[in-house]
């Protein structure tokens, strides 16, 4: 039984979400990391207040409707963390355009230069008429706006130019008009003809704005500008219980209806005039001053993640992703498993391995099954390629796909309809509950009996963002886990039948026991503690929230004992309080690739419990989705895996100390010993390490 606490304090959610967005924003101010890179964290930063905005300020702005009720779930009401919010991202943006404006500057002396359509020589001017011509004009469509009662859907992700045309020798001769520009079907960024030594680029936008006079001269107009602004929606899916609908249907009428989510967020080029701002935001039924948000001649930074990586010389560390000694083919996966355990390390080990192994699974005449998850995948999945592979040869096929994975919801619709389409039998999780764990199991018909594979993953099944994010998969034959694998099967197929999951003896599955099991595991190391017995724990996880668990962190923090915190993202806990013998040691580590891994590792000096998880420790994820924790039973494994997190609490130089005022500090700050970049060291690790 755990003992009941009163809740400490705690960091409010969206709050610590800023600071760790702050953090991304570092990575960009660091001098040391390749210009590609620091662009690319300045697209990263973008893209993660864009989404930021459409789900938790949109909650928010939500919540305010509710009144009393919006404080249930808030240690302060809506409106005050919607303002301790404006003012975060207002400062976060002066520091994000002091940092581009540094960034231009260093990228200047090495002679790349971005040119705006003032700066262009006639050669350039020359190209990118000729360019505006060819690939532009047909793929955009002014629309002439003053003289609309309201304007037409903006998307949600993209960027417009609202001009101002008018006559120099007439000034009654005045109209705006609106361009989306067109960066879902062309490049942002376009490279110009230069001289030699010197890369100049351009964006498209600034292309449109050299060419205004080619799409409005002819009606009178002499005089052109042209000012960036985007529109932020509410991207919650309202997806209601209406019994004469399924699932899919209420999906496909909630994404539409994403589509004219309510505007939460308008930024805009802070030169335009303001007759102009005022009416695009009357047209945009913006009621909310801070709703509105000044910025500079560019935005959706997103785009730069994607910036042309050739015009440098200079590259980020990213060594490519190696097979995993044991898996290298030509080899039976299945074969392997059957004498061992492994764990695939993302993005150091290849993610083709786990392709290979469904791959072999598919062309395999003893194989009778196969049964997957899919949360997220890639644009081109591999994954679905393989499956499809495996019901052409007959195999049994069964993929659980998650339709709500959010921002995915099409992508997953399509998939399923194509993988139907095939013959694999799709199963759609819960109404009420997303299906978020990566689990598959694979059968095999072997001397009239069959033996079972499978794995367990703490990542996507997703071969694109492998090479960027940091995940483990533990791959096993292992009967304790397969049996269990099977049981989460079951219950996925048979209409959320909590009867299996209780048949599960070494998984921890949510929304069942992983919340209960981890708490009675803190508990009775709190006990061990207290009876002068060494008991340590790491606990690795991209968000901490839950303010239970938190709670009972603090119980371990107060008896002694050493936390060690890896948080990626949100951190709620404090890490430090008067009563407590030592602080919590945490760290946030922000680099090229994303942490992602979720670890528990729980050590006394008898013995040691280590899992991974598709797991954080918040709500959602214990109590709302279905989540596979899963022991690791082997020392090898265990001993990698301790090894990679003691380089990782280790690390000097791109770790973050998580304090109780979210300060950000660099964890090495004042180390005179030679740096530890914990992305580089594993590398090494794994690269050296014999089999």
């Not at 799709?426 to 990566?438: E, I, N, R, Y």
């Not at 099991?517 to 009775?524: D, E, S």
């Not at 609490?649 to 010993?673: H, I, M, S, V």
């Amino acid at each position: 039984m755990v003992k009941k606490m009163v809740q400490g304090p705690r960091i409010i959610r969206d709050i610590s979400w800023l600071s760790f967005n702050e953090r991304v924003l570092q990575e960009a101010q660091d001098s040391s990391v390749p210009l590609s890179s620091r662009l690319r964290f300045l697209g990263i930063f973008s893209n993660n207040l864009d989404e930021f905005f459409r789900v938790r300020v949109a909650t928010l702005t939500r919540m305010l409707k509710l009144g009393k009720e919006a404080m249930v779930g808030f240690d302060k009401k809506p409106d005050q963390i919607l303002k301790e919010i404006q003012m975060i991202v207002r400062s976060q943006q002066k520091d994000f355009e002091a940092t581009y404006e540094t960034i231009l500057a260093e990228m200047k002396r090495k002679k790349i230069v971005m040119l705006n359509d003032r700066q262009l020589n006639k050669e350039q001017k020359k190209f990118v008429e000729a360019y505006f011509d060819e690939k532009v004009r047909t793929n955009i469509s002014p629309l002439m706006i003053e003289s609309i009662p309201e304007l037409p859907l903006l998307h949600d992700k993209s960027i417009y130019l609202a001009c101002t045309l008018s006559n120099e020798h007439n000034s009654f001769m005045n109209s705006y008009t609106l361009i989306e520009v067109p960066t879902q079907v062309l490049p942002r960024f376009v490279i110009l003809p230069s001289n030699k030594g010197v890369k100049s680029l351009i964006l498209l936008e600034d292309i449109i704005r050299v060419c205004l006079p080619k799409l409005f001269t002819q009606f009178g107009f002499t005089i052109f500008e042209g000012f960036i602004f985007k529109v932020t929606r509410d991207a919650e899916l309202d997806i209601d219980n209406d019994i004469q609908f399924t699932l899919i249907q209420r999906l496909q009428k909630g994404l539409k209806e994403r589509k004219k989510g309510k505007a939460v967020r308008f930024v805009y080029d802070k030169a335009m005039p303001k007759n102009l701002l005022d009416y695009l935001v009357k047209l945009l039924s913006l009621s909310r001053r801070d709703q509105l948000v000044p910025g500079g001649r560019i935005h959706n930074f997103k785009d730069f993640i994607n910036f042309p990586n050739k015009v440098f010389e200079e590259h980020a560390f990213r060594p490519a992703p190696f097979i995993h000694p044991l898996f290298v083919q030509p080899i039976r996966i299945l074969d392997v498993l059957k004498q061992r355990d492994v764990m695939l390390h993302f993005p150091y080990h290849s993610f083709d391995s786990v392709i290979d192994l469904l791959r072999e699974a598919a062309i395999d005449p003893f194989v009778e099954s196969i049964k997957i998850t899919c949360y997220r995948l890639a644009k081109e999945s591999k994954i679905i390629n393989a499956l499809i592979n495996a019901v052409r040869n007959g195999k049994k096929v069964v993929v659980v796909i998650e339709l709500r994975a959010r921002f995915d919801e099409e992508a997953n619709l399509r998939w399923k309809q194509i993988l139907e389409d095939e013959g694999v039998e799709v199963f759609t999780g819960f109404p009420d509950m997303k299906v978020h764990a990566k689990i598959c199991l694979i059968s095999k018909r072997i001397h009239k009996s069959l033996h079972y594979y499978g794995f367990v993953s703490t990542g996507n099944l997703n071969e694109s963002t492998s090479k960027i994010y940091g995940d483990h998969c533990l791959l096993t034959a292992d009967k304790r886990i397969t049996t269990d694998i099977r049981h989460v099967f079951a219950y996925l197929m048979k209409t959320k039948q909590l009867n299996s999951l209780k048949l599960c003896k070494h998984l921890l599955v949510s929304p069942m026991n992983t919340r209960s099991h981890f708490a009675t595991m803190l508990q009775q190391a709190i006990r061990t503690s207290k009876k002068n017995n060494p008991v340590e724990l790491v606990l690795k996880l991209n968000s901490l929230s839950d303010p239970a668990l938190i709670t009972q962190l603090y119980q371990c923090a107060e008896v002694g004992m050493p936390v060690h915190l890896l948080i990626r993202g949100i951190c709620c806990a404090h890490t430090e309080m008067a009563n407590w013998p030592q602080p919590m040691h945490a760290i946030s580590i922000v680099d090229e690739y994303l942490e992602h891994a979720r670890i528990f590792w729980l050590r006394t000096k008898r013995e040691q419990t280590m899992y991974i998880s598709s797991a954080d420790w918040m709500q959602r994820n214990l109590d709302y989705r279905v989540e596979v924790s899963a022991p690791v039973f082997s020392k090898v494994i265990q001993e990698e895996l301790q090894e990679i997190l003691q380089i990782q609490l280790a690390e000097t130089k791109k770790a973050r100390l998580l304090d109780n005022k979210q300060t950000n500090a660099y964890a090495g700050q004042g180390d005179k010993n030679l740096p530890i970049r914990s992305q580089e060291e594993i590398f090494k690790f794994l690269i050296r390490k014999k089999y």
